[in-house]
Structures are given as structure tokens and as C-alpha cells.
């Protein structure tokens, strides 16, 4: 199940505390890969650390990305940005990899305690990060529940939509979720016989149901199965992610799930559905089962979240709290703005740019 939230956040003070660079006043740099070490020992301490935060997760996307780091006069990591980016018909666009859902700014607050203090790191830091931003045309990323506050990229001129997740708190009983659970869900848990649940090491089953249930939305999958299995392989070597596959009584696979988690949060980000097998309630018993897992771990679970609202309403069916993330966005050239124009003209919004 991975380390230990005490032992990944005592290892990653330990690092940031013998690999620190000599040199004063560097300010905000494009960090090397030879530091990557340092920030992934950051993303460990950060409060607002995600596991898609982690240079390895980004190399395993296979996209091109920086990361902006802040760096206070000591020469001590306290902040910084990871800047994923692809070049579209001439653009650069800072996006987010496919199955990476929460980025943006991180800080390390751990050396004040005082409120007013840690607004000022991120509101005085996050504008100085915020404006270190060059290059692009157009720039969107989805800052999650643990976001840090993100007044000081509103000031360098960043517009910040609302969204929402649905989480289930760490420290929360399982008989305490069970209780918020709507009627429907909880009827499909007393199927619960009629399947098995298995977790594997490998994604090939969840890849074809994932397919499906796409193709029941007429629509193509957005990520083929070679970027499925890249990502679980470097998620399975470290012991972050579990893939959960139903079956029915005959072996048939009913339902797969993945989830991934850092130390203190499981986000679900992949599931499929054998659609030949209508209402089927595999999915919610997978969903249940790593539920339980996450609050076992001392993990909050995540949902990921969705505007759509046939999505919204399964998610929100299982009792979460509604938590609100932010669309972190803004336009960096003239071509940038009419591209968003033209996008917004034929989807009727601008979640493409």
C-alpha cells in the first residue's frame, strides 16, 4: 500500500533539507532534472501536492513539461508550478495531460503557523510564480480541493472558473459513509454476492471496458491503451494505484476501476462497463470497495468530479461532500485569443482553450 504518510513526509523533509542548492536569491527557476528529486520531496510536504504533481507521473504522460520553482534566499524549495505542455496547428498550449486531472501551484507552509503567514506565501509567492509564466498561448489547468488560495494569479491576470468534486473525508468510518449513501446505490451493494472482486497488476481488461462505455457515449476514447499501461506501470512500481476488476459468477468481467493515490488522497480516474450487461451493479460495488479502501488507508477519496450531469448525479449518489476546484486559466497571445474565439463559436464554451 506504499509508505506511510509520516514516512514519505519525514524522507521528503530529509531531502529538501541535505540536497538544497548553495546558491542565494535564486528566485523562481525552470528547475533541472537533477532537482526533480527535491521537488518531488516538496509535492510530499505540500498540503496542495497531488500524486499528478510528481515528475514522474508527468514523464509517464510522455508530454513535454517544465516545472517553475520558487526558491526562497536560503536556497530552500518552497514552491513552484508544473507547466505540461503540447504545440497544436502552431500553438503551444500549457494543458493537461489526458488522466491528469489536478495541477497548479503548490507551497510548503510548514514554517508558519500563523494564517496571515500563509496567505502571504501564497498570495505574494503565487503572483511572482504566476507572472514567471511565459510562452504560451493558452494555458488551462484544474487547481483541486487542496488547492492553495489563488488570489496572486488573479492579480497576474489569471481568471479562475468554479467547478466541483465530490470527496469523502479522511478520518470518515465506513459505517458513517455507508450512512450517507442514497437509496439506489445502496441497493446495488446488495448484489454484492453475485460478484467477485479482484485486484490485478494490469490494465488490459480495464482498457476494453473503458472502451466501451465511451463508445456508448458515441464518443472515441481519448487515450489509447499503450498511454494506459505506460501510466500503470510506473503507478504499480511505486505502489500508488490499484486496478479493481468485477466479475459475475461465470468469470465474465462485469466492471474495472483504477485509482491512484498519494498520501493523502485516492482519486479515481479510469473505469469501464461491460455495456452488454445493462444496470449491471458491478461499478458501484467496485466503486464501494475502494471507498473502503481509501478510508482503511486514512486516505480521503476522490471522485474527480464532472459538470455533466447524468455523471454528477452517480457521484453525488454516494455522499461526498461537494468541494469546490478551480479551472485555472488565461490566454497568452493574440492567436491564443482568437483560437479560443473560434473554439468557443463551435463548442459553445472554452474548455478547449
Known amino acids: 500500500m506504499g509508505l506511510s504518510s509520516t514516512n514519505s513526509v519525514k524522507t521528503a523533509r530529509e531531502v529538501r533539507r541535505f540536497t538544497k542548492p548553495k546558491a542565494k536569491n535564486l528566485g523562481i527557476t525552470t528547475l533541472t532534472a537533477e532537482q526533480f528529486e527535491q521537488w518531488d520531496a516538496l509535492v510530499s510536504i505540500s498540503p496542495h501536492g497531488t500524486v499528478f504533481h510528481h515528475s514522474w507521473w508527468l514523464e509517464a504522460t510522455g508530454s513535454e513539461f517544465k516545472i517553475l520553482g520558487y526558491w526562497n534566499e536560503d536556497g530552500s524549495l518552497i514552491g513552484g508550478i508544473p507547466l505540461p505542455f503540447k504545440k497544436r496547428a502552431g500553438l503551444i498550449l500549457y494543458h493537461s495531460p489526458q488522466l491528469t486531472p489536478y495541477l497548479g501551484p ?11 503567514e500563509k496567505l502571504f506565501i501564497m498570495r505574494q509567492f503565487g503572483e511572482e510564480l504566476a507572472l514567471a509564466i511565459r510562452g504560451f498561448d493558452s494555458l488551462s489547468y484544474t487547481a483541486g480541493a487542496a488547492a492553495p488560495d489563488l488570489q496572486g494569479f488573479l492579480w497576474a491576470g489569471f481568471c479562475a472558473d468554479l467547478g466541483y468534486t465530490f470527496r469523502i473525508e479522511a478520518g470518515t468510518t465506513i459505517d458513517q459513509a455507508f450512512a450517507q449513501i442514497s437509496r439506489t446505490h445502496r441497493q446495488k451493494l446488495n ?35 499503450n498511454y494506459l499501461q505506460r501510466l500503470w506501470q510506473e503507478v504499480s512500481k511505486r505502489k500508488r494505484g490499484i486496478v479493481y476488476i468485477a466479475r459475475d459468477l461465470n468469470g465474465r468481467p462485469a466492471a474495472a476501476l483504477l485509482t491512484v493515490y498519494d498520501d493523502r488522497t485516492t482519486h479515481q480516474i479510469v473505469s469501464g462497463m461491460d455495456m452488454a450487461v445493462p444496470n449491471s451493479p458491478g461499478g458501484g460495488l467496485l466503486t464501494w470497495r475502494a471507498i473502503c479502501d481509501a478510508l482503511n488507508a486514512g486516505r480521503t477519496f476522490d471522485f474527480e468530479g464532472s459538470g455533466i450531469r447524468g455523471v454528477e448525479q452517480y457521484y453525488r449518489r454516494w455522499g461526498g461532500q461537494a468541494k469546490t476546484v478551480w479551472h485555472l486559466k488565461k490566454t497568452g497571445s493574440l492567436r491564443g485569443l482568437l483560437a479560443k474565439f473560434v473554439l468557443n463559436l463551435v463548442h459553445g464554451d472554452d474548455k478547449h482553450t
Open 106 to 116: 503548490i507551497f510548503d507552509l510548514t514554517a508558519v503557523d500563523k494564517t496571515v
Open 191 to 225: 448484489k454484492s454476492a453475485e460478484y467477485t472482486i479482484e485486484t490485478v497488476d494490469d490494465v488490459s481488461v480495464l482498457a476494453k471496458l473503458s472502451s466501451q462505455t465511451f463508445e456508448r457515449q458515441g464518443i472515441a476514447r481519448p487515450y489509447t491503451e
